[in-house]
């Protein structure tokens, strides 16, 4: 592509310029800011991968929202608010802090509303048995609801629900 304008780049070639760019100083920290923002699942996938092999070398920060990027690339996430540390650990120590929190549970559909408004609720799916709701709650949201193992997304929302 030597010959293109970067104008004509796609969004995952432009992320791997600036990603070329940062690296040519060899840097031993290289500082990421929302970098797969806007790409495809494609292009996201490439560029973890090259994120994944250059970490081999020098750390990288990594700052994003998109969590399964942090949950395939990072060895350790620190969570911020408002520039304060709220957490720290890999990821393994990450999932236990929230093991005893997340919830799975159905709901008659015209009772949907009431528990999105009182509880975190992190996925919501009709079934033909009503509407299965995961929610992140230190306490169980409702009689006959199952504890069910966390993954990232519900430490994420453990960490910034509404108070």
């Not at 060899?26 to 994120?51: C, H, M, Q, S, Y």
């Not at 750390?59 to 399964?68: A, D, G, K, N």
Request: charged share 30%; net charge neutral; hydrophobic share 40%.
């Amino acid at each position: 592509v030597r010959g293109k304008k970067i104008k004509t780049f796609s969004g995952g070639m432009i992320r791997r310029l600036g990603i070329a760019q940062a690296l040519l100083n060899d840097p031993e920290i290289l500082v990421l800011d929302e970098p797969t923002a806007g790409l495809d699942p494609k292009e996201r996938i490439r560029f973890r991968n090259i994120v994944g092999s250059l970490s081999k070398e020098r750390i990288i920060i990594l700052s994003t929202h998109i969590v399964s990027d942090v949950e395939y690339i990072a060895d350790e996430i620190l969570l911020m608010k408002g520039g304060e540390l709220l957490a720290m650990g890999d990821i393994g120590r990450m999932l236990e802090r929230a093991r005893g929190r997340v919830w799975e549970c159905v709901v008659g559909p015209e009772e949907t509303e009431r528990y999105q408004a009182y509880f975190n609720v992190s996925s919501l799916r009709n079934t033909q048995k009503g509407v299965r709701l995961r929610i992140v709650s230190d306490t169980c949201p409702m009689e006959g609801a199952r504890p069910a193992d966390p993954d990232l997304e519900d430490v994420y929302l453990y960490h910034f629900r509404e108070q």
